[in-house]
T-cell receptor, first 113, second 117 residues
Framework: ETGVTQTPRHLVMGMTNKKSLKCEQH?????MYWYKQSAKKPLELMFV???????ENNSVPSRFSPECPNSSHLFLHLHTLQPEDSALYLC????????????FGPGTRLTVL | DQQVKQNSPSLSVQEGRISILNCDYT??????FLWYKKYPAEGPTFLIS?????DKNEDGRFTVFLNKSAKHLSLHIVPSQPGDSAVYFC????????????????FGQGTILTVHP
């Protein structure tokens, strides 16, 4: 248990659906991240939020839309996804950008049909 | 261009023996390195780290070695236990503030370690 929770843990959606992934941390951290892990690939950084402000968008398609309403919550809104977007989506948090390590949630396994 | 590489997709070791997981990097700006461990259906958990000012860091059964000239690091687990069976990710970052890469972690693709009883 790392103190970072993600819901749902599994999600199956069609290409025309709209869904959202939720991440919550109770660690008092100020930096939050979305990563994508596809099969046999490294974790790919998608978005970075520092003190609720988006500081990085790693060339992510606009069908992925992040939202950080406060320092404890991070959302990833999904719409008109493609089958190749099927992956494990991991949220992580860090005390601040200078802290040594990130703490990861368990991930959401997303399948796009 | 993959800046952090783990060239062995899998490693199989007998219980009690040493496990050595390797990682290579290409970006000379990286100055902080971490190892994460991931069990199925869980997120990665931090295992051990090393700063570029050191060449070795030890924590119990886990030791990380850094060879800056070769841009290579390795994780040694001794003695290996069946509970160590997991995917191990190497990650690197630039810890100096001000650069565009500040605070970002770049991961390798992972090595699946299996420790047999």
């Amino acid at each position: 248990e790392t103190g970072v929770t993600q819901t749902p843990r599994h999600l199956v959606m069609g290409m025309t659906n709209k869904k959202s992934l939720k991440c919550e941390q109770h660690l008092g951290h100020n930096a939050m991240y979305w990563y994508k892990q596809s099969a046999k690939k490294p974790l790919e950084l998608m978005f970075v939020y520092n003190f609720k402000e988006q500081t990085e968008n790693n060339s992510v398609p606009s069908r992925f839309s992040p939202e950080c309403p406060n320092s404890s919550h991070l959302f990833l809104h999904l719409h008109t996804l493609q089958p190749e977007d099927s992956a494990l989506y991991l949220c992580a948090s860090r005390k601040d950008p200078s802290a040594d390590t990130q703490y990861f949630g368990p991930g959401t396994r997303l399948t796009v049909l | 261009d993959q800046q952090v590489k783990q060239n062995s997709p899998s490693l199989s070791v007998q219980e009690g023996r040493i496990s050595i997981l390797n990682c290579d990097y290409t970006n000379s700006m990286f100055d902080y390195f971490l190892w994460y461990k991931k069990y199925p259906a869980e997120g990665p958990t931090f295992l051990i780290s090393i700063s570029s000012i050191k060449d070795k860091n030890e924590d119990g059964r886990f030791t990380v070695f850094l060879n800056k000239s070769a841009k290579h690091l390795s994780l040694h687990i001794v003695p290996s236990q069946p509970g160590d069976s997991a995917v191990y990710f190497c990650a690197a970052s630039v810890s100096r503030a001000g650069g565009t890469s500040y605070g970002k972690l770049t991961f390798g693709q992972g090595t699946i370690l299996t420790v047999h009883p």
